[in-house]
């Protein structure tokens, strides 16, 4: 989620303790730190944009990460402030990073939250990155003039409504698309719409073909935007997998789409990942290109409309 959305849910976490807010509370330090803490890896693009990528809601956002940010941020406020209780610096620090993992993971990028058992980022999507409606709905709370007890009760109690009526809107879609699709469907992937707040994007694999749309959460009517025939696995697509950019792109994305094109002078696989199309393009997509032997010569990854490209 946005850093303003982190913050307000950092913010209601602390204000639970009683305290009154201040910037000089060792409370309201380690739970605001703690809600921030997994966003700090972004200090990975001085690596480059494929370390970001692979490192952003990966070792950041797991469990034992969020364990060490706490760790890191308790003993620097207690280098700062000996008089505070270090044991309780440490609780509200994790109870801050913890928000913020399991409201990555309900949006749609996920998280990874069992690195490194598994690298794979995980995601029950039911918020948006931004979501301005809830945003709104949270901010909102602090025109009342309220005790923070109160103003934090509001804000969670918001936050936890919000996502249960979106999980139960993404349900409804969910059994409105495989009754559309004749049950023909293998796997079906539902998440907020990139444009639109009570909109919901969809991914659906059936024998023959993946379908690509959009659906409204009160008239349920699909509207498809792309449907792309299956294909068959070839050697050069699996050594595409073996690839840095390709292995990459596996853990990154549950849906994803190989296209082969092959000529005299060299071959080229290029990936899509099915998640995210707008304005009639996929936004994150990898060519890489084979030269002599099949062997991988030079790899791009493209981004929201930028290249870059990828050592293979």
């Known amino acids: 989620m946005d850093t303003m959305a982190h913050a307000l849910i950092g913010f209601a976490i602390a204000g639970l303790s009683g305290h009154q807010p ?6 309201y330090i380690a739970t605001a730190l703690g809600a921030q803490a997994p966003d700090f890896d972004i200090i990975a693009q001085v690596r480059g944009n494929l370390a970001y990528l692979r490192q952003h ?8 990460g969020i364990v060490l940010w706490s760790v890191l941020i308790s003993v620097g406020i207690y280098l700062i402030m000996p008089h505070a209780n270090y044991i309780q610096l440490f609780g509200w620090s994790l109870a801050g990073s913890f928000s913020h993992i399991i409201t990555d993971y309900f949006n749609t990028h996920g998280a990874a939250l ?6 794979e980022r995980k995601s029950f999507p039911l918020l948006k990155v931004f979501d301005p409606l809830l945003l709104l709905m949270m901010s909102g709370t602090f025109l009342f003039h309220l005790p923070v007890k109160q103003i934090a009760g509001f804000i969670l109690s918001i936050l936890f409504m919000y996502t249960g009526l979106r999980y139960v809107l993404r349900v409804n879609i969910t059994r409105h698309l495989l009754s559309s699709f004749n049950h023909s469907v293998d796997r079906i992937w539902v998440m907020p719409s990139l444009k639109r707040v009570f909109y919901w994007d969809f991914v659906i694999e059936t024998k023959t073909d993946f379908i690509v749309g959009e ?7 699909p509207k498809i935007r792309a449907t792309l025939p299956r294909q068959a696995f070839t050697p050069i697509t699996i050594k595409a997998c073996e690839t840095r950019l390709g292995d990459f792109f596996r853990t990154f994305s549950p849906f994803l789409y190989f296209e082969n094109d092959e000529d005299v002078a060299s071959k080229k696989v290029r990936i899509y990942d099915l998640r995210y199309f707008l304005n009639q393009q996929f936004l994150h997509s990898a060519t890489i290109i084979f030269g002599d032997n099949d062997q991988p010569c030079a790899s791009f990854i493209h981004s929201s409309g930028r290249t870059v490209r990828i050592p293979c």
């Open 215 to 221: 659906i409204a959460s009160l008239l349920p009517q």
């Open 114 to 119: 069992f690195w490194p058992f598994k690298r």
């Open 57 to 64: 809601r990966s070792f950041s956002h797991s469990v034992p």
């Open 22 to 27: 201040s910037l000089s509370d060792p409370v």
